[in-house]
């Protein structure tokens, strides 16, 4: 079964300052999908990003880039110049796709963002 | 604006009483989904559906059931809530275009409490 580890808890960034988040995954799939999403206090979950594992580079959406390394099985997300609505709890997700459905994703347990101001 | 939305915001229950909680989308997507999310853990993926194809988690205990009568509602059964039921539970859409590259959906949650 694939597992999505996110080892930190909580972080805590001083706003305008830059911030990453790890997260490792365990997989024997060569094909598959990673997110970052992000969920706001009493808020819905709202992607943030996505890598496809075939592609080499790094995804990037404004301020949020990863860090995507497939031999490490690691999938981290930078926040630049973080901001007070930045503030949430972050998920790091897999998605393997099997080409008869649509399968869920596997989630970690997420991470704990705080900005200071 | 097309979303989704989960009714109620807040559910509480007691022990062994059924409860349903539901879920509704404005986006046509093919493909639902229900998660729980206790404190401190990663959501949880109980079954989805593929159009009208129920597809069940392995590890979904039997006192979850669900139902999809049109596209646009799916709804969570809890036959028999314990007190080990007391979570979050979202709901999720998504487009199943071939890719699995297509993001989830989702709705605020429904937060369940069990007395």
């Known amino acids: 079964a694939q597992t999505v580890t996110q080892s930190q808890p909580e972080m805590s960034v001083q706003e305008a300052e830059t911030v990453t988040l790890s997260c490792t995954y365990d997989?024997?799939?060569?094909?598959?999908?990673l997110f970052w999403y992000k969920q706001p206090p009493s808020r819905q979950m709202i992607l943030v990003i996505r890598q496809e594992a075939y592609k080499q580079q790094n995804a990037t959406e404004n301020r949020f880039s990863v860090n995507f390394q497939k031999a490490a099985k690691s999938f981290s997300l930078k926040i630049s110049d973080s901001q007070l609505g930045d503030a949430a709890m972050y998920f790091c997700?897999?998605?393997?796709?099997?080409?008869?459905?649509?399968?869920?994703?596997?989630f970690g347990k997420g991470t704990h963002l705080i900005i200071q101001p | 604006d097309a979303m989704v939305i989960q009714n109620p915001r807040y559910q509480v229950t007691q022990f062994g009483k059924p409860v349903t909680l539901s879920c509704s989308q404005t986006?046509?997507?093919?493909?639902m989904y229900w998660y729980q999310q206790k404190s401190s853990q990663a959501p949880k993926l109980l079954f989805h559906y593929y159009d009208k194809d129920f597809n069940n988690e392995a590890d979904t205990p039997d006192n979850f059931q669900s139902r999809r009568p049109n596209t646009s509602f799916c709804f969570l059964d809890i036959r028999s809530p314990g007190l080990g039921d007391a979570a979050m539970y979202l709901c999720?859409?998504?487009?199943?275009?071939?890719?699995?590259?297509?993001?989830?959906?989702f709705g605020n949650g429904t937060r369940l409490t069990v007395t």
């Open positions: 997989t024997s799939e060569s094909d598959y999908y």
């Open positions: 997700a897999y998605r393997v796709y099997s080409g008869g459905g649509a399968d869920g994703l596997t």
């Open positions: 999720a859409t998504s487009r199943d275009t071939g890719q699995g590259n297509s993001p989830l959906h």
């Open positions: 986006l046509n997507h093919n493909v």
